[in-house]
């Protein structure tokens, strides 16, 4: 499936082009010249340990799902999984495969997509 599908098929605006509206915004507020595809040198780069903290859920928490994706492209084809775990047990896990042209990026979004509608399922069915 293609990531313009997903885009449909959730009503969401494709992420590039989130991304360009919201630098060429920033730009224009701030006077600077385009900042998509504009050189960077490295050590100017934020390492993602730097900007990203994983927290733990809240100890009281009722939702005790946890859920796993996984995506893999390489010379043998391109495939996703999920794993969905309630109260530390497998409910759920299933692996798709992609026709060979996919990206990594469309397995992820795949397995996003199945995730969320067994979420749904597991949560119904409790």
Known sequence: MSNEALCVITGLTPINIKIEETAHYYASIKGYENLIDRKMEAKNWTHPVNS???????????????????????????????????????????????????????????????????????????
Request: net charge negative.
């Open 52 to 126: 990203v903290k994983i927290t733990e859920g809240q100890e009281d928490s009722k939702h005790t799902i946890h859920v796993y994706t996984d995506e893999s492209k390489c010379d043998h084809g391109v495939g996703s999984g999920v794993a969905i775990f309630t109260d530390s047990n497998l409910t759920y896990t299933k692996k798709y495969k992609l026709n060979g042209r996919c990206s990594n990026h469309q397995a992820e979004q795949l397995a996003l997509l199945k995730a969320l509608k067994n979420i749904h399922y597991v949560e119904t069915n409790e």
